[in-house]
């Protein structure tokens, strides 16, 4: 890390806003999983994001019946809607 960018404050940006992206990509990823149960396709999610992470179409369908395996749904904050969470808890 270099010094300018540790007095700047700019590494508490570039933390918080890395953090904040990972997060929105693993909410998309679950969202999909959970809208495409039941369908032969992946449903609201473009499946070259999951070629470039390395899963070709059988694996995304594996990945997907895990996290329907393991995830459940809570309210979101402040909202009427669920948001689906990974099931890291246990």
Known sequence: MTTTKIISGMSV???ASRR???AAAVQKIMNA???SEGS???LGLNMDRM???????EMT?????QIR???YKEPA???????????FRE
């Open 20 to 22: 904040w992206a990972s």
């Open 33 to 35: 999983a959970v809208k």
């Open 69 to 71: 395996k393991h995830s």
């Open 77 to 87: 904050p402040g909202s009427k809607r669920q948001l689906v969470q990974g099931g």
């Open 51 to 57: 070629r470039a992470l390395g899963l070709d179409d």
């Open 40 to 42: 032969a396709k992946v």
């Open 61 to 65: 369908q594996r990945v997907f019946g």
């Open 13 to 15: 940006v570039d933390t």
